[in-house]
């Protein structure tokens, strides 16, 4: 017999499905497109995650079984290369990034490689390359153009080890999510695309896409959405007013303080009135050195009143107190709250440790005339008392009755902000933009001129101030105006590695490996392709990604929709990806894995060891590819013993303690499972459960060593194939097949052979569960009771009880009530 030789076997069907293009979809004449897509990988200095294999190869089971279904198959990958995690590991090591990149990409196509994905690697793209970043930079034109991109100054997030700026969605509990460092505040001009015109309908399309649920969640959360109203509180003996956003009007009556956050401009308006100005000068500079979620989720809450300046309530008239506290943030509302102790926890906190007054408002047990001492605030609804004519009114009605008597204004309000694009960083495309002095304005870089390339220089580090590297190198940066020709600058940022991301989906068609698909040099996503294509099938990956890359990528193919560039919009959302998983993650021996612990998978020694059948199959028995998964070595040798008899059985070897038969009845049992077996794992690829589908033909293979049939033999093989994908096609050619068996079409189950011709019969008595019984499917209702009646079990414990009443459940028991 033929030794099962998985090290030659897999090679062997590594090169000859990339000589025969098995997996290489014709783009532009697939009958029954389905694109699979994979999370764009970023190529670590590591290599290849062990939990990147399950994902990758989880996707690949996939996309195998809709290729064997009769769809054309579009599975690409790249290199998602530049950003600051390979510029920090370059520096780390000594070398370039562009020669670290090198190195990167080589070893982790190699692995890539070597898992069994079946990847159209023609189509392969790296973020790096200039072919593909030229894309980037016409993008951020376009951006430009139709007004979604800017340049301002502001208050932004700064990671004092990478020197660079975050966006907020890249800060962590307060830490920088690359490197983990305390993130500070730092005023700087930088360029932001303005995601927040999109916030509603980003909100909306959740509801139209098939995503995962937490993801979703997430990015609800994210935008936060509030509705509610502005009201003024004037300043006394000032025409200035204090605006505010709230979604408790009906609580007015109830603010006892106004607090500004220690960013809000009045303070600096009013400086010459605010009595003890240098006390509030020194909390303001404090604050700053605190982030935001300090700030947020301090344990006690600080702050200094503006002595000499008072806001007057509009709802009764009443003289209070102006606060500035670093717990209410610029960034969100208007930067200044009203302060309703009563009904606020944080606003009860800090009245609590201020001794300022906190009047109930809000009554849960109206119309008691009584209230109680609070303890805590009171969020709830309820009605409204010491609240002048709207007392006793419902809270809910008294909402907007309240905002219109102060002259109120409804609005809606999104804790969303827009998207800030700049990085002081060298690896990363240059922003395609031009400052001209004498046209006194930004101007984008002619699109015939793209790209701006990113320049080999030797200087590269981050230069811990406010300015790119690139600002170190005249001829880089300067230039000539595209509007005047005059001399101008170029900006020295690049742009967020993140906007490479956002589109690589699209890159995929029109890139690859041809770079000369672009018909329209005008529009490079006028192509079929694009409508042929998308929306994107399936998209699995990581939920850490939810209001990150999920949010950008769906955000930039709105804005592309509306600049009329591509027309693959699902209804009027523009969502790219109708279908998204999100993946469980993987811990070794039931702890995280980490260097310190020393408990880090090496892919590269499994597949060295076990193969790449066994890693793919023992990845996925672990658990379903959206749950989290436990790595352990004695789990993946029990799958490789599997896979041992797989390949004994099709080579004609028996098992030492099975033999195989030819009796009727167990030729019979093997084919009526067979055809469940379908069934089964056809739904449990179809849920990502590939945990049960794999089990189920563990179960099926010991039924075939039992009782032999041709249709269990091949249709065994091709549920196999997806997960095992080497050495079933290995098995498909010695049993004489001259086509792939990954082209071979899914088998199928006859539905009157997965019914079942018994069941068990559960029997009750008074509802307890008493005997079981085998009964036949089609049992009727009297048979039943005569059945069970006559089990010697029952009538010992009736004792010649007569029953009262007799319950039936077709297929399921019978209970006997007495």
């Not at 975050?166 to 983990?180: S, Y």
């Not at 038969?661 to 739904?683: A, F, N, P």
């Not at 399921?812 to 009530?817: F, K, P, T, Y």
Request: with cysteine; charged share 30%.
């Amino acid at each position: 017999m033929k030794r099962y030789d998985f090290k030659n076997i897999e090679k062997k069907w590594r090169e000859k499905w990339l000589a025969d293009k098995t997996y290489e979809p014709d783009l532009d004449r697939a009958s029954r497109p389905f694109y699979n897509l994979i999370m764009f990988p970023y190529p670590s200095a590591e290599g290849l995650h062990i939990g990147g294999v399950r994902t990758f190869t989880g996707v690949d089971i996939y996309g195998r079984c809709k290729r064997m279904q009769g769809h054309d198959v579009f599975e690409p990958i790249g290199l998602d290369g530049f950003g600051i995690h390979s510029e920090n590991y370059a520096i780390k090591i000594g070398k370039h990034p562009k020669e670290h990149a090198a190195d990167s990409e080589k070893n982790f196509y190699r692995q890539l490689s070597e898992i069994g994905n079946g990847f159209a690697w023609d189509k392969r793209l790296e973020t790096y390359d200039p072919e593909y970043y030229r894309f980037t930079q016409w993008i951020f034109v376009q951006m430009f153009k139709a007004g979604l991109a800017y340049r301002k100054k502001a208050s932004v997030n700064w990671c004092p080890k990478c020197a660079t700026v975050l966006a907020d969605e890249q800060v962590i509990a307060g830490e920088c999510e690359r490197c983990q460092t305390q993130v500070i505040k730092k005023d700087l001009e930088q360029w932001f695309f303005k995601i927040t015109n999109y916030a509603e309908r980003l909100l909306q399309g959740l509801d139209h896409i098939d995503w995962s649920e937490k993801v979703k969640i997430a990015q609800r959360n994210w935008i936060g959405k509030s509705e509610g109203a502005e009201i003024d509180f004037k300043i006394k003996n000032s025409d200035r007013v204090i605006t505010i956003f709230t979604t408790r009007p009906d609580t007015l009556f109830g603010a006892t303080y106004m607090v500004l956050s220690p960013e809000h401009q009045l303070i600096s308006e009013l400086a010459k009135q605010i009595q003890n100005k240098d006390e509030v000068l020194r909390y303001i500079e404090a604050s700053r050195k605190k982030t935001q979620e300090e700030r947020q989720e301090a344990k006690e809450k600080t702050g200094v009143e503006l002595k000499g300046i008072k806001a007057i309530n509009p709802a009764n008239g009443e003289e209070i107190p102006i606060w500035v506290a670093d717990y209410v943030l610029s960034g969100y509302g208007t930067g200044a709250i009203m302060a309703v102790p009563a009904h606020d926890e944080r606003d009860f906190e800090f009245a609590s440790k201020y001794e300022l007054p906190a009047p109930i408002v809000i009554c849960p047990h109206w119309p008691e005339k009584t209230c109680p001492i609070l303890d805590e605030a009171y969020t709830g609804e309820g009605h409204l008392v010491a609240s002048g004519k709207f007392d006793g009114m419902p809270s809910e009605e008294a909402k907007w009755k309240i905002a219109e008597a102060v002259g109120g204004k409804r609005k809606i309000q999104y804790r969303l902000r827009d998207w800030l694009i700049s990085r002081q960083r060298y690896w990363g495309p240059p922003i395609p933009m031009i400052w001209c002095n004498k046209c006194a304005k930004w101007t984008p870089e002619r699109e015939e001129n793209l790209p701006v390339l990113l320049p080999d220089v030797k200087e590269f580090r981050p230069t811990g101030t406010d300015k790119s590297p690139l600002a170190n190198f005249p001829e880089f940066y300067k230039t000539t105006c595209p509007e005047c020709g005059g001399e101008a600058r170029r900006e020295t940022d690049v742009s967020d590695t993140f906007l490479d991301s956002a589109w690589y989906y699209l890159g995929y068609l029109i890139l690859g490996d041809q770079k000369s698909n672009i018909k329209n040099q005008k529009n490079p996503f006028d192509n079929e392709r694009i409508s042929r294509w998308l929306p994107v099938h399936m998209y699995i990956g990581g939920a850490e990604h939810s209001v990150l890359h999920l949010l950008y990528v769906r955000f930039l193919s709105m804005a592309l929709h509306d600049m009329e560039f591509v027309d693959f919009a699902k209804a009027s959302y523009g969502d790219p990806i109708s279908v998204f998983r999100a993946h469980g993650l993987i811990t070794k021996d039931g702890a995280k894995m980490s260097k310190s612990r020393g408990n880090v998978v090496n892919p590269d020694d499994y597949f060295m060891a076990y193969g790449a059948d066994a890693m793919r199959m023992y990845l996925a028995f672990m658990s379903p590819l959206t749950e989290d998964g436990d790595f352990r070595d004695d789990g993946i040798r029990g799958i490789t013993r599997f896979l041992g008899r797989v390949w004994n059985y099709y080579n004609g070897a028996r098992t030492s303690d099975v033999q195989r038969t030819s009796d009727v009845h167990d030729v019979s049992e093997t084919v009526r499972l067979t055809h469940k077996t379908v069934k089964k794992v056809s739904e449990d690829i179809e849920s990502l459960s590939y945990n049960t589908a794999i089990s189920a033909l563990m179960i099926l293979l010991t039924q075939m060593e039992k009782a032999q049939s041709s249709f269990a033999d091949v249709a065994f093989l091709l549920m196999l194939a997806p997960f095992a994908p080497h050495i079933t096609e290995e098995i498909f050619e010695l049993r004489g097949s001259k086509e792939s068996i990954h082209k071979a079409p899914w088998p199928k189950y006859n539905p009157a052979m997965i019914q079942d011709e018994t069941f068990e019969l559960v029997i009750q008595i008074n509802g307890k569960v008493r005997d079981m019984v085998e009964a036949p499917i089609d049992i009727t209702e009297e048979a039943a009771r005569s059945l069970a009646l006559a089990r010697e079990k029952v009538k010992t414990l009736l004792s010649g009880t007569a029953p009262k009443k007799i319950i039936f459940v077709p297929k399921r028991l019978i209970n006997i009530v007495v």
